[in-house]
């Protein structure tokens, strides 16, 4: 077994364990062992760490992985790997001098409606410190060809700590303001960690001089911190914006409604690791019937297998909600329905992204994140105001689905390939049509009987449909094979 494909089944499977474990933390954890108001600050510190991210690093985790194996000497190695850990400095100092002089000031801002955030906010920079070093040390790994440690410390270590600490805070051990300090620190000692794996797999000799091709690098690295920040933005940005318009427990309702949609996602994490190199190696070889077949069967594959998943999650998501026993939560229904339905569209896209990057028009992605980044800011401040939580969540649904038709069409214009086929439509309608048949189908047992019972109707009748009509080739095959045994 291939060293690439053994790491991608090893990371598949962290994957999901990670979900896994995140899921019991957000859904039952957080939600009875921490006050509704620290779950929304801890909410709301991680997603402005995340933003800010991109900047305090330079996009230093992406150069390092784009340039690395262009470096032929270890003497040009290890110059471009100490510029790679110390000019993310050059930001990092300024900007924190800045931030002690005129603390109270963004304090105070950001504090405005919640006043909670006041003593909390130093806490956002620091953790975004830990964040984008921690990106940086597991560059240097992957650019060994080692990503399964990393992949487990970013997936498994830190939701695991995060479980035991909230237990604590449920013995009383801790209280919630220093679970908040100690979630900070694990974060800390999370790139500590990465840092001492990676200088164990390749330590280089600190060469305190610039790298002969400096000029390329920063021109690289500014682009990617543009569109890394105008992705995260996009990712981050409405469980930022909703402490300054409403009060901080509404980020927890909200948190909780988006991590049970993003399930819908996993697929599209899962393939894309995948996609991604194939796509770009059949671009650079300019052939591009392969590129329209991946494109096409990445569509409906990932689409059949969200599909299911975004049948179950919102058939379901009454009774989760039961079974989380926390009716403030249950807000946050209709923003499963949204979330859920902006991430089965992106799943529709296929390789898209993977196209878009790794084409001769990758600077494109930029401009299109940069175009979603500003238009969810400007409908998260005039929906939320006027809907609540539930207008950042329609503000999303809204921009994923105007982009992604803009994105399809782009291609389409540009390279004359599309995603869609004939059983596109049937698997959309398919889709639609149980959505309808179940989603208001209630039974008066236990909510986890009325799960089991839902889940297993819903899922002969969907996988019934696929097979029959055959939607998918690679499921069908997968099917057809499992039928021999």
Not at 41 to 58: C, E, G, K, M
Not at 88 to 93: C, E, K, T
Not at 177 to 190: D, E, M, P
Not at 234 to 256: G, R
Request: net charge positive; glycine share 6%; aromatic share 14%.
């Amino acid at each position: 077994m291939g060293i690439v494909y053994k790491q991608s089944m090893i990371n598949t499977i962290i994957l999901f364990l990670g979900f896994g474990i995140g899921g019991i933390n957000v859904l039952f954890l957080y939600t009875h062992f921490l006050e509704e108001t620290y779950f929304g600050l801890v909410t709301f510190i991680l997603s402005a760490a995340n933003i800010l991210l991109p900047i305090l690093v330079l996009g230093m985790q992406h150069t390092i992985i784009k340039f690395y194996s262009s470096y032929t000497t270890k003497q040009d190695k290890d110059t471009f790997l100490t510029n790679a850990l110390i000019l993310p400095l050059v930001v990092i100092i300024p900007l924190s001098l800045m931030g002690t002089l005129a603390y109270q000031s963004i304090a105070s801002w950001l504090s405005q409606k919640n006043a909670i955030i006041e003593d909390y906010t130093y806490l956002i920079f620091v953790t975004g410190v830990f964040m984008g070093y921690f990106e940086l040390f597991y560059a240097f790994s992957k650019v060994q060809m080692q990503s399964v440690f990393g992949n487990f410390i970013k997936e498994i270590f830190a939701r695991v700590c995060t479980s035991l600490l909230l237990i604590t805070v449920s013995f009383e051990w801790i209280n919630s303001s220093q679970f908040v300090l100690a979630l900070v620190i694990v974060y800390g000692l999370r790139a500590l960690i990465m840092m001492i794996y990676a200088f164990s797999l390749y330590m280089p000799r600190f060469i305190f001089r610039l790298p002969k091709n400096i000029g390329a690098l920063l021109n690289y690295s500014f682009y990617i911190i543009l569109a890394g920040s105008a992705s995260t933005i996009l990712l981050e940005i409405d469980k930022f914006m909703i402490p300054q318009i409403e009060l901080i427990q509404e980020v927890a309702y909200y948190a909780v409604g988006v991590y049970i949609a993003s399930v819908t996602a996993i697929p599209a994490r899962a393939m894309n690791q995948i996609i991604s190199p194939i796509t770009a190696k059949s671009l650079n070889e300019n052939k591009l019937e392969e590129v329209g077949v991946l494109y096409k069967k990445s569509s409906i594959t990932l689409t059949v297998v969200g599909g299911l998943l975004f049948l179950l999650i919102n058939i379901n998501v009454k009774d989760l909600y039961l079974l989380i026993d926390k009716p403030a939560y249950q807000v946050g229904t209709i923003i499963v329905l949204m979330i859920s339905t902006a991430e089965l569209v992106k799943l529709v896209l296929g390789s898209n992204g993977a196209i878009l990057t790794n084409s001769k028009y990758y600077r494109m992605f930029f401009y299109f994140s940069l175009a979603m980044a500003l238009s969810v800011i400007f409908l998260n401040r005039w929906l939320i105001g006027s809907m609540g939580i539930n207008g950042a969540a329609l503000a999303t649904l809204l921009v994923v689905v105007v982009f992604s038709a803009i994105k399809v069409c782009y291609v389409f214009i540009k390279m004359n390939l599309h995603p869609l086929s004939p059983q596109s439509g049937v698997l959309i309608g398919v889709i639609v049509g149980l959505l309808g048949l179940f989603y208001f189908l209630d039974f008066p047992f236990h909510p986890i009987v009325n799960m089991l019972v839902k889940s297993v109707l819903l899922s002969a009748l969907y996988i019934g449909a696929v097979i029959r009509f055959k939607l998918s080739e690679d499921i069908s095959k997968a099917f057809n094979s499992l039928r021999k045994f």
